[in-house]
């Protein structure tokens, strides 16, 4: 205990503390006269009415006395813990109450439901509507919303005629006003205009320095949120718009941060009260400022599915729009803005009618006239890219020089979120975040527009199947479903060659799946041939709009394989799938395989199967819901004071340096251009190039380029930019140089063929000034919270993980933890994980033979493996074991052992035996005499006999299993071994084992092994090895922060309560975690200080928050004028006496000096 704090005598309550009655309130009771009791109150009363008791049994027996003692104290422990264990059963309460700890823990408990989160006012919700003619950054307001939501405007002489208008509306009409306050002070008087009889009286009466809380209206700033809130983008500030009806409505590009659909979701709005809320939800939580998501700096905000769609459509090349069509889209690409020129290009067909291609009127979304400055450039893959860049058969490779649409047709490749190759993520970094906004409203506009005029819709029509493609799926069902039966015949007759470290049935089960993919592949192709290309469903695959080549095969021609957790429908009772089965019965549709589609119809046994695995898919999310929101709740709560400070140092609430700097780099993931890198040079060279041409400049050589370079890059200015990034940019220079040298060696006459590779000296100072600025925007700001990036980054792609098992690397047997189980594993930092594998690295790695001896040297072999029989012999006078070895069997199996090494296992064996026991008759024979035992005992020679076969002759114990694992790099087999077990440090000193180059994705045996710098490696890499094999991808920086906090105290802490409990210090931040009543408990006893510094304690405290802006101090000059006085209800001017005399304001002024 502190000493001064708290004494031992401070642990004995003589007084319990009775609280106010606002947190015991007595409720009035319908069914009975009288009040019904809060608990606390109850229990107060019981424990005065025991406490009288025992005043008044004075000459009782002791026992009788001790009795009313214990249920004294067992009374004022339920009154602090009504959860209490240990109550004996003839004390335990008859009812379950809430005591002050149950009040203080939990989600609803004071910390959690009323400290750290609060119900609040100006709020709405309803349900949400889409609407494209919106712009990307506004949201629709009901009127209904906007007379109840207001905000405090004060008067002031620019504005004073429209707060008297408003005042006259008063709260009915829009636009009105609810409330005046009038007067500055804090005491000023409150009128509520709906029950104002004269609205002009009062119009009149307004002064400067009123305030009028004014209805919300057009251009308002509101913080528009949908919960699940799993990422910082789902909270943005949007610009309202007032319209009629009863929905909140928002252009549907900006669904995918908030995770929104349309089918019944419903969002909440918040309407800042103060000029400083709005200035930061303006500047922070700007929609438009947040087109990008932190994870890994990909564009979020973006087009989808009927924009996509109508873009893709647009673009086709045998798409024409007439001159009125050609009008039409200018006008709505122009908008509400009357003044805004648009330029019609000229037409690009002229005979016999003047018709302008999709791509023309495309072009103008980006550039919609001369004077426009905006000049984008891109080349990019579409969805569809085959091959040859310039004459891709499906037209899909996209080019755009200076804002014109040259050649590909617009996909979700090009459009869509989730990709930095878009059109509207090189506007956001070539032109700002304005023009990709305004550019995508006008797609919205477009492509909504041509939908409806062109016709899009799907029908029932649209899916059924030709006689050709029923024929193709026939054929297709019989030749795949005989092979199946050749591979169960195999294996009935024992011919069926294993895979490595797979028993025949799973290697059977692992052929027939891959037949059956097949069948619904070859299928899916067959289908896509026989579709149309004006068929809608197909239209969407394509383009990437809504849904996949595979839903299409499943609707028209096939379902296919039903899986239940990777593997075919597993057999029930009887060994069969269904009762409508034969037992043991192995073929595909005993097993789950669907041959009918969605068109034809499933019959009853079909149903079942698909059903059995859209279960699995509904528990799945179920179960996974829960399982991310707790895992994101920890990432948070630890990693939530992590900020850039001044020094660009990554430091905790306690000023503990967790990283130097930043990411290694100090770069904000959300400016990443390229892959981790602030700059995609290729597309920035090429769009400079193409933005200034500088035809009358002479072009450089590749000498004149890498010196014209490192002149630049050696200058004063350029000193700000990092060693690596100036590393990076010389060697991308150095291939253009080397470009150009292998043109100029090139002899040709064409003027073009020499223009293709120029570069002047004018283009190449625009290009490394043009990194260079990226590189500084790039710079991640102090007062960063970083931390609570990190966890949202990790913990938000979660929701897409499945809590699957997946096979390894191709190997069917095996299996490695993946998905949320295995993130779990790993922040959790378990010393015991489900599926330990360490990948060996092979000295000899190209030799199939030298892998099969170090595997054998490392899988656990014992005596009972390579015996071919082990006998008892009993003769009149003796008796012994006689072990005979399968030579062939340990030839082939490359065991390194012989009757030599295998007596000397025996001998190290725990079985007690001794070289005199164990005689070495023949290559191929060992025979074993146990010591001489008592007469008619031959329970130690049984145990002997059940033992021998036990005994570890080769390999490591703790390796049950080795598996080859053989990969063809550039035409060579590579060969490398998957261990199953724990044991690191044995696998790394294996003769024949390449230590350095052997992995563990055990963390915690890695740091036991190689120390706390290999277990941070180990975690960053395996969370990125989890999350890769889910397609999300993250910024290493985000990984990097959370292994560097997990191991910043020298070992491994977990994201868990205990290594939450070693990485912070605040009472109040572990008590709103967990074990509220335990923290405080322990604070109280060992009289701890909490100095209120981190993000947890200041929101309870309600106090600024030291990050982001609250990171410094603001100091400014205090007003010299006096505060305006207060003024008094009997306030008379006659008691004023103003303090003329000098003489009696130099005695104020002594007086004051001397109590100062």
């Given at each position: 205990?502190?000493p001064?704090c708290?004494t031992p005598?401070?642990?004995i309550?003589t007084r319990m503390?009775v609280?106010?009655?606002c947190?015991r309130?007595?409720?009035l009771?319908?069914?009975k006269a009288?009040?019904?009791e809060d608990y606390l109150t109850?229990k107060?009363?019981?424990?005065?009415?025991i406490?009288?008791?025992?005043?008044q049994r004075?000459g009782v027996?002791?026992?009788m006395y001790?009795?009313?003692w214990?249920f004294?104290?067992l009374?004022c422990?339920l009154y602090i813990?009504?959860?209490m264990?240990?109550?004996?059963l003839h004390?335990?309460?008859?009812?379950?109450?809430?005591?002050?700890?149950?009040?203080l823990k939990?989600?609803q408990g004071r910390f959690?439901?009323?400290l750290?989160g609060?119900?609040?006012?100006f709020?709405s919700?309803?349900?949400i509507?889409p609407?494209?003619n919106?712009r990307i950054d506004q949201v629709?307001?009901?009127?209904?919303?906007?007379?109840?939501?207001?905000?405090?405007e004060r008067?002031?002489?620019w504005?004073?005629?429209?707060?008297?208008?408003?005042v006259r509306n008063g709260?009915d009409?829009?636009p009105?006003?609810n409330?005046?306050?009038?007067g500055a002070?804090?005491?000023?008087?409150?009128y509520?205009?709906k029950?104002v009889?004269?609205?002009?009286?009062y119009a009149?009466?307004?002064?400067?320095?009123d305030i009028?809380?004014?209805?919300?209206?057009?251009?308002?700033?509101v913080?528009?949120n949908?919960q699940p809130?799993?990422h910082?983008?789902?909270?943005?500030?949007h610009?309202t718009?007032?319209?009629?009806?009863r929905?909140?409505?928002?252009n549907e590009?900006v669904?995918t941060p908030?995770n929104a659909d349309?089918?019944?979701d419903?969002m909440?709005l918040?309407?800042?009260q103060?000029?400083?809320?709005?200035a930061e939800?303006?500047?922070?939580?700007a929609?438009k400022?947040?087109l990008?998501?932190?994870?890994?700096?990909?564009?979020?905000?973006?087009?989808?599915?009927?924009?996509?769609t109508?873009?893709?459509l647009?673009t086709?090349?045998d798409?024409f729009?007439?001159i009125?069509q050609a009008r039409l889209?200018l006008?709505?690409?122009?908008g509400?803005?009357?003044?805004?020129?648009?330029?019609?290009p000229?037409p690009a067909i002229m005979?016999p009618?003047r018709?302008?291609?999709g791509?023309q009127?495309?072009?103008?979304?980006?550039r919609p006239?001369?004077?426009c400055p905006?000049?984008a450039?891109?080349k990019?893959?579409?969805?569809?890219?085959?091959?040859?860049e310039e004459l891709c058969v499906n037209?899909?490779?996209?080019i755009i020089?200076?804002?014109e649409?040259?050649a590909g047709t617009?996909?979700?490749a090009?459009l869509g979120?989730g990709s930095?190759q878009?059109?509207?993520?090189?506007l956001l970094?070539?032109?700002g975040e304005?023009v990709?906004i305004?550019?995508?409203w006008?797609?919205t506009r477009?492509?909504n527009?041509?939908?409806?005029e062109r016709?899009i819709?799907?029908?029932?029509?649209d899916?059924i199947?030709?006689?050709?493609l029923?024929?193709?799926k026939?054929k297709?069902?019989n030749?795949?479903y005989?092979?199946?039966n050749?591979?169960i015949?195999?294996?009935?007759?024992?011919l069926?060659?294993?895979?490595p470290?797979c028993s025949?049935?799973?290697t059977l089960?692992?052929k027939?799946?891959n037949e059956?993919?097949?069948?619904?592949?070859?299928?899916?192709k067959a289908?896509l041939?026989?579709?149309?290309?004006?068929?809608?469903p197909l239209?969407m695959a394509?383009c990437g709009?809504?849904g996949s080549?595979i839903n299409?095969s499943?609707?028209?021609?096939?379902v296919?394989q039903q899986a239940?957790?990777?593997?075919?429908?597993p057999?029930?009772?009887?060994?069969?799938?269904l009762?409508?089965?034969l037992?043991?019965l192995?073929t595909?549709?005993?097993k789950g395989?669907?041959?009918n589609?969605?068109?034809?119809?499933?019959?009853?046994?079909e149903f079942?199967?698909h059903?059995?695995?859209?279960?699995?898919?509904?528990?799945?999310?179920a179960v996974?819901?829960?399982e991310?929101g707790?895992?994101?709740r920890?990432l948070?709560?630890s990693l939530?004071?992590?900020c850039i400070?001044y020094?660009?140092?990554?430091?905790?609430?306690?000023?503990d340096i967790i990283?130097?700097?930043y990411g290694?780099?100090?770069?904000?993931?959300?400016?990443?251009?390229?892959?981790d890198?602030?700059?995609?040079?290729?597309?920035v060279?090429?769009?400079?190039r193409?933005?200034?041409?500088?035809?009358?400049?002479?072009?450089?050589?590749?000498v004149s380029v890498i010196n014209?370079?490192?002149e630049?890059?050696?200058s004063e200015?350029?000193?700000c930019?990092?060693?690596e990034?100036?590393?990076?940019?010389?060697?991308?220079?150095?291939?253009?140089?080397?470009?150009?040298?292998n043109?100029?060696?090139?002899?040709s006459?064409?003027?073009v063929?020499?223009?293709?590779?120029?570069?002047?000296?004018?283009?190449?100072?625009?290009?490394?000034?043009t990194c260079k600025?990226?590189y500084?925007?790039?710079k991640?700001?102090?007062?960063?919270?970083?931390?609570?990036?990190a966890?949202?980054?990790?913990g938000e792609?979660?929701?897409?993980m499945?809590?699957?098992?997946?096979?390894f690397?191709?190997?069917a047997?095996m299996n490695?933890?993946?998905?949320?189980?295995?993130?779990?594993e790993?922040?959790?930092?378990?010393?015991?994980?489900s599926?330990p594998?360490?990948?060996?690295t092979?000295v000899n790695?190209t030799d199939?033979?030298?892998?099969?001896?170090?595997?054998a040297?490392?899988?656990k072999?014992?005596?009972?493996?390579?015996?071919e029989?082990?006998e008892?012999v009993y003769?009149?006078?003796?008796h012994f074991?006689?072990?005979?070895?399968?030579i062939?069997r340990?030839?082939?199996?490359?065991?390194e052992?012989?009757v030599?090494?295998?007596?000397y296992?025996?001998?190290?064996?725990?079985?007690?035996?001794?070289?005199?026991n164990?005689?070495m008759?023949?290559?191929?024979?060992i025979l074993?005499?146990p010591n001489h035992?008592?007469?008619n005992?031959?329970?130690?020679?049984?145990?002997?006999?059940?033992?021998i076969p036990?005994?570890v002759i080769k390999?490591?114990?703790?390796?049950?299993r080795?598996?080859?694992?053989?990969?063809?790099?550039?035409g060579q087999?590579?060969?490398?071994?998957?261990v199953e077990g724990d044991?690191f440090?044995?696998v790394?000193a294996?003769?024949?084992?390449?230590?350095?180059?052997?992995k563990?994705?055990n963390?915690i045996?890695v740091?036991?092994?190689?120390?706390?710098e290999?277990?941070?490696?180990?975690?960053m890499?395996?969370?990125?090895?989890v999350?890769?094999?889910h397609?999300?991808?993250?910024?290493?920086?985000?990984l990097?922060l959370?292994a560097d906090?997990?191991t910043?105290?020298?070992?491994?802490?977990g994201?868990?309560?205990q290594?939450?409990?070693?990485?912070?210090?605040s009472?109040?931040n572990l008590?709103?975690f967990e074990k509220?009543?335990d923290?405080l408990?322990?604070a109280?006893?060992?009289g701890?200080?909490?100095?209120i510094?981190?993000?947890?304690?200041?929101?309870?405290?309600?106090?600024?928050?030291p990050?982001?802006?609250?990171?410094?101090?603001l100091?400014h000059?205090?007003d010299?004028?006096?505060?305006?006085?207060r003024?008094?209800?009997f306030d008379?001017?006659?008691?004023?006496?103003?303090?003329?005399?000098g003489k009696?304001l130099?005695?104020?002024?002594s007086?004051?000096?001397?109590?100062?």
């Open positions: 205990m502190n001064d708290a005598v401070d642990l309550l503390h609280p106010p009655v947190i309130p007595s409720v009771s319908d069914l009288g009040t019904n109850m107060l009363a019981e424990i005065a009415l406490n009288d008791v025992i005043h004075k027996s002791i026992n001790m009795e009313q214990d004294l104290q009374h422990g813990n009504s959860e264990s240990g109550i004996p004390m335990q309460p008859k009812k379950f109450g809430r005591g002050i700890v149950q009040r939990g989600k959690r439901g009323n750290s609060k119900r609040v006012d709020t919700r309803t349900v509507s609407d494209p919106l629709g307001v009901p009127i209904h919303v906007a007379k109840t939501l207001t905000y405090p008067v002031t002489p504005n004073m005629e429209l707060m008297q208008k408003l709260s009409t829009y009105g006003a409330y005046i306050l009038k002070s804090q005491y000023n008087r409150r509520y205009l029950y009889v004269d609205r002009n009286k009149q009466d307004l002064q400067y320095g009028v809380e004014r209805h919300l209206r057009d251009d308002d700033l913080l528009f949908r809130s799993l910082k983008l789902s909270i943005m500030t610009r718009k007032v319209l009629e009806h929905t909140f409505r928002f590009c669904c908030y349309f089918d019944g419903e909440n918040h309407l800042p103060t000029e400083e809320a709005r939800a303006l500047v922070l939580l929609n400022s947040n990008v998501t932190p994870r890994n700096g990909e564009l979020l905000i973006a087009a989808t599915q009927d924009f996509i109508g873009a893709y647009l086709q090349k798409t729009l007439q009125e889209a006008c709505l690409l122009a509400p803005d009357a003044s805004m020129v648009v330029t019609l000229p005979k009618a018709l302008w291609t791509k009127i495309f072009s103008l979304i980006m006239n001369e004077e905006v000049k450039n891109l990019t893959k579409g969805k569809m890219y085959t091959t040859g037209d899909s490779y996209v020089r200076n804002s649409l040259l617009m996909d979700k090009v979120s930095k878009n059109i509207f993520y090189v970094r070539d032109w304005d990709a305004t550019a995508m006008r797609l477009i492509t527009h041509f939908n409806f016709g819709s799907l029908g029932i029509g899916l199947p030709s006689q050709g029923l024929r193709a026939e297709a069902l030749t795949h005989s092979t199946c050749e591979y015949q195999q294996m009935e007759k024992g069926l060659v294993c895979q470290g025949e049935e799973e089960e692992t027939i799946l059956l993919s097949v069948i619904r592949d070859n299928v899916g289908c041939k026989e579709l149309h290309p004006t068929n809608t239209i394509l709009s809504k080549f299409i499943q609707m028209i021609a096939c296919g239940i957790n990777g593997r075919r429908v057999n029930g009772f009887e060994n069969r799938a009762p409508h089965v037992a043991r192995r595909p549709d005993a395989f669907v041959e589609s969605f068109y034809s119809g499933l019959v009853s046994k079942y199967f059903a059995m695995g859209g279960r699995e898919g509904l528990t799945d999310t996974k819901t829960a991310t707790y895992m994101q920890r948070i709560k939530e004071d992590l400070h020094d660009m140092t990554v430091r905790n609430s306690m000023r990283q130097v700097p290694g780099d100090g770069l904000d993931p959300t400016y990443m251009e390229g892959n890198c602030p700059v995609d040079y290729k597309r060279y090429d769009h400079v193409a933005k200034m041409p500088y035809k009358s400049e002479k072009p450089l050589d590749a014209a370079t490192k630049m890059l050696s200015e350029y000193d930019l990092s060693n990034f100036k590393q990076e940019l010389t060697a991308f220079l150095k291939s253009v140089a080397r470009k150009i040298a043109r100029q060696n090139i002899v006459n064409s003027p063929i020499s223009q293709i590779e120029r570069v002047t000296v004018s283009q190449l100072v625009e290009f490394i000034h600025e990226k500084m925007r790039a991640i700001e102090p007062g960063t919270a970083v931390g609570a990036l966890a949202q980054s990790i792609p979660g929701t897409q499945t809590l699957k098992t997946f096979h690397a191709g190997v047997a490695i933890t993946q998905g949320v189980p295995r993130i779990k790993i922040i959790n930092a378990s010393p015991k994980i599926t594998i360490i990948t060996a092979l790695d199939a033979e030298f892998a099969e001896r170090v595997k040297r490392l899988e072999t014992t005596l009972g493996d390579v015996a029989y082990i008892e003769l009149p006078d003796d074991l006689i072990i005979k070895l399968d062939d340990i030839k082939l199996l490359k065991l052992v012989d030599r090494s295998i007596s296992s025996l001998c190290t064996s725990k079985l007690k035996l001794t070289s005199k164990i005689e008759v023949t290559e191929s024979t074993i005499r035992q008592k007469e005992s031959n329970f130690p020679f049984r145990h002997l006999t059940e033992a036990n005994v390999g490591l114990p703790s390796i049950n080795v598996v080859v694992h053989s990969e063809n790099l550039g087999m590579k060969f490398s071994l998957f044991n440090r044995e790394m294996t003769h024949g084992i390449l230590g350095e180059k052997t563990s994705n963390t045996e740091f036991n092994t190689l120390g706390i290999a277990a941070r490696t180990t975690i890499s395996e969370i990125k090895l999350m890769e094999n397609g999300i991808s993250i910024d290493h920086r985000h990097m959370l906090l997990m910043s105290r020298g070992e491994v802490l994201i868990t309560r290594g939450l409990a070693k990485m912070k210090e009472v109040l008590a709103s509220t009543a923290h408990f322990d109280a006893y060992y701890q200080k909490d100095i510094c981190g993000v947890s304690e200041s929101i309870i405290m309600g106090i600024p928050v990050l982001g802006t609250g990171i410094f101090k100091l000059k205090a010299k004028n006096e505060p305006r006085k003024e008094l209800l008379d001017p006659q008691f004023h006496k103003p303090l003329h005399s009696r130099q005695q104020v002024r007086r004051s000096t001397l109590q100062t």
